[in-house]
């Protein structure tokens, strides 16, 4: 390590099925990287803050329809108008814990009827590159002892087996699977030790980019 070079954060992104404890487990750790003197900031995709992410939130509590194609570039550019403040926080030192990212993107629209997984991956291409991937899994019946499905788009059992098995295409060397059929705390645990390493071997590493 150089020591005059700045240190930068971590991209740590959690990907998991529904339920599987993603914003839970992204809560705990990032009040944990706090407490212990690592600068860190929670990030969620979609982000329903924003003017696209209103439309996003309108067409998941559906009050609001869109054509197929018009919505996944809309959880697209949510990802991409976030993209410098990401870029700038990163450099800045500040690891980044972000709630969903480019992997639901695909992993969604390609459960759609008439959708390759390879034309979802497209309009992510270039985003920054995590450095690691915290992919929670549970067992649908698992799932379903966390309470029922909600009321939004997407929440049924046949779409969301799809989208699992979009997930396990998009796995790649970045991805650790964990088993989230464990105590909050239990996981907790876990996922901060891993993401420990990750964010010291991130320090001096160039950020890369997405699918490239
Ligand atoms: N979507 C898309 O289509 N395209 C995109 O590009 C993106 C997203 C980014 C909204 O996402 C939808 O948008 C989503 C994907 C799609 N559709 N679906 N499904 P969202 O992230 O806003 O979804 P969500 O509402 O946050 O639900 P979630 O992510 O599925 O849940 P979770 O974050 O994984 O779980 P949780 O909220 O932390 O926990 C769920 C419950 O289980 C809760 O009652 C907890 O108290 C309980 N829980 C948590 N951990 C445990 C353990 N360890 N044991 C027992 N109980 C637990
Ligand atoms: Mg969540």
Known sequence: AVSNQIERGALIVFEGCDRSGKSTQCGKLVERLKNTGIKAKLLKFPDRRTTIGKMINSYLGQTYDLE???IHLLFSANRWEARDTMMTLLNQGTTLIVDRYAYSGAAFTAAKQG??????????????QPDTVLYLTLTSEAAAKRGGFGEE?????VFQEKVAKNFQDLKDKHWQVI?????????????????QKVINQAKYKPIEKLWT
């Open 153 to 157: 788009r997407y929440e049924k059992e």
């Open 115 to 128: 959708f390759s997984l390879e034309w979802c991956k497209q309009t992510d291409i270039g985003l920054p």
């Open 179 to 195: 088993d989230a059929d464990r105590s909050i705390e239990d996981l907790h645990e876990e996922i901060y030790h891993l993401t």
């Open 68 to 70: 197929d194609h018009a």
